[in-house]
């Protein structure tokens, strides 16, 4: 059995197919915590739960659902193919314990998401949970940039790498957020990086979360109140919001970081002006 360390929590993991996981190598902890928050079993048996899904989507050939009862979540992928995926959370203790069972074959992707998924529940309970967002780290905080697919997250990303002098990618799809003991809000890099390699075992304070939205020029403005828990929201994981605890602990999390961190609203070019825009508006306002 493996350990590995994400956003400051302890992942055991045993099985075939973990060492071909991408990213989590750069992860890899020595710690010997009796006390993981979730420890993973890639080779187990187990029977699928006669019981509706709570949310159900599909993603290229393949549909997955997800299903909870008593506090438990069981989430089942099945492929034209007839391969099949189970995998089921529970809790244990102070931690969670996950077993995942497969017939046929799935690709080392499959099992990468379905990881995350698992580590997302589980992160939950410690005041943590992911954002869909590329993240660039400069002067020792992090800005987040929020966005659906296609408003440009990375492009404006790499706008700041090119032109913004001192910034580093932390990641390009899944950091995680989280909730210190202090109150403060820090970002994790993580495992899942989307399609860029980006898998930087390092963390920061939050300076500011960026909502994109493309326009024909560049203003930004701060949020607040509705607005910015609106901008904050659909940006993590879509599927806990169909159940009522998962979705109850994402809203406190979310809430508690809207206290402490700044939302701003950019309407933007993919230009270098909106990149210097943001950086001159976070100068000024004392987060970077």
């Known amino acids: 059995m493996q350990s590995y360390k994400i956003a400051g929590h302890i992942v055991r993991i045993s099985g075939r197919g973990q060492e071909s996981l991408p990213g989590f190598g750069y992860f890899l902890s020595e710690e010997t915590s009796d006390n993981p928050l979730l420890t993973i079993h890639l080779d187990a048996i187990l029977q699928d739960w006669d019981i509706s899904p709570t949310f159900v989507s599909e993603y290229e050939e393949m549909s997955y659902d997800l299903s909870g009862r008593d506090g438990a979540y069981l989430f089942r992928i099945k492929h034209p193919d007839g391969s099949r995926l189970l995998a089921e959370i529970r809790s244990e203790g ?27 529940i589980a992160a939950l309970s410690r ?129 508690h970081t809207l206290q402490q961190v700044p939302i701003y609203h950019l309407e933007c070019l993919p230009d270098v002006d909106a990149a210097q825009l943001v950086y001159s508006t976070l100068k000024e306002n004392g987060h970077l």
């Open 127 to 255: 005041q943590t949970v992911s954002i869909h967002s590329s993240a660039v780290m400069n002067q020792g905080k992090t800005i987040l940039f929020l966005g659906e697919s296609g408003t440009g997250k990375s492009t404006h990303t790499r706008l700041w790498l090119n032109h913004i002098s001192g910034t580093e990618l932390l990641n390009d799809d899944s950091p995680f957020i989280r909730i210190e003991t202090d109150g403060d809000v820090w970002v994790y890099g993580s495992p899942w990086s989307g399609k860029t390699p980006c898998y930087k075992n390092k963390q920061t304070p939050v300076a500011a979360f960026i909502r994109l939205s493309q326009a024909p020029y560049n203003r930004i403005r701060r949020l607040k109140g509705i607005e910015a828990i609106g901008a904050l929201l659909p940006s993590c994981p879509f599927a806990f919001a169909y159940d009522k605890q998962l979705s109850e602990s994402v809203c406190e999390i979310v809430s």
């Open 94 to 120: 102070d931690g969670f314990r996950a077993r995942i069972h497969r017939t046929g074959t799935f690709g080392d992707e499959v099992l990468h998401f379905v990881c995350w998924l698992l580590f997302g």
